[in-house]
């Protein structure tokens, strides 16, 4: 504000703006293609982010999760068809967490033996995952009883 006050009486007397602000060229394609790829970018990000639960919502009607006597298995077929299995055969002990959400649903992260950080299989949405998580220490954990 001061320095707006500066520059007006400035003008006001003909003195030269020099030190507070420097000429500036009238505003050409330069701004406007300045402005166009600036805001290009906040858009796509804005439209990464808002379409990511589509994105996921579609991935989730496309995976099967599977659980035999010795392995955990993701199945999950792509756009083209084609299938993408991963398996995971738990050590012992077993690390397991589970995130409960409403209705019964939950994920369920199974990491590896040392405890890491990253999750080594994650299984989303799965109904009843109270249910999953027991059938799965009971088949893998020798020290849990099988129910």
Same mark, same amino acid.
């Given at each position: 504000?001061?320095?707006?006050?500066?520059?007006?009486?400035?003008?006001?007397?003909?003195?030269?703006?020099?030190?507070?602000?420097?000429?500036?060229?009238? @505003? !050409?394609?330069?701004?406007?293609?300045?402005?166009?790829?600036? /805001? +290009?970018?906040?858009?796509?990000? /804005?439209? @990464?982010?808002?379409?990511?639960?589509?994105?996921?919502?579609?991935?989730? $009607?496309?995976?099967?999760?599977?659980?035999?006597?010795?392995?955990?298995?993701?199945?999950?077929?792509?756009?083209? +068809?084609?299938?993408?299995?991963?398996?995971?055969?738990?050590?012992?002990?077993?690390?397991?967490?589970?995130?409960?959400?409403? !209705?019964?649903?939950?994920?369920?992260?199974?990491?590896? $033996?040392?405890? +890491?950080?990253?999750?080594?299989?994650?299984?989303?949405?799965?109904?009843? @995952?109270?249910?999953?998580?027991?059938?799965?220490?009971?088949?893998?954990?020798?020290?849990?009883?099988?129910?």
């Amino acid at each position: 504000m001061v320095l707006r006050g500066i520059v007006t009486w400035q003008m006001l007397h003909q003195i030269p703006t020099w030190p507070f602000i420097l000429d500036r060229p009238p @505003a !050409g394609m330069g701004d406007f293609w300045g402005f166009v790829v600036f /805001g +290009g970018v906040f858009v796509t990000i /804005g439209s @990464a982010i808002l379409s990511l639960p589509f994105i996921q919502s579609a991935r989730a $009607r496309r995976t099967v999760y599977a659980l035999t006597r010795t392995r955990i298995l993701t199945i999950r077929i792509s756009r083209r +068809g084609l299938p993408r299995v991963e398996a995971l055969e738990p050590g012992h002990p077993l690390h397991l967490l589970r995130q409960d959400y409403s !209705g019964g649903r939950g994920s369920i992260l199974v990491y590896p $033996r040392n405890h +890491g950080t990253h999750a080594t299989l994650t299984l989303t949405g799965i109904d009843n @995952a109270r249910a999953v998580e027991r059938r799965i220490r009971a088949t893998f954990d020798p020290g849990v009883p099988k129910a």
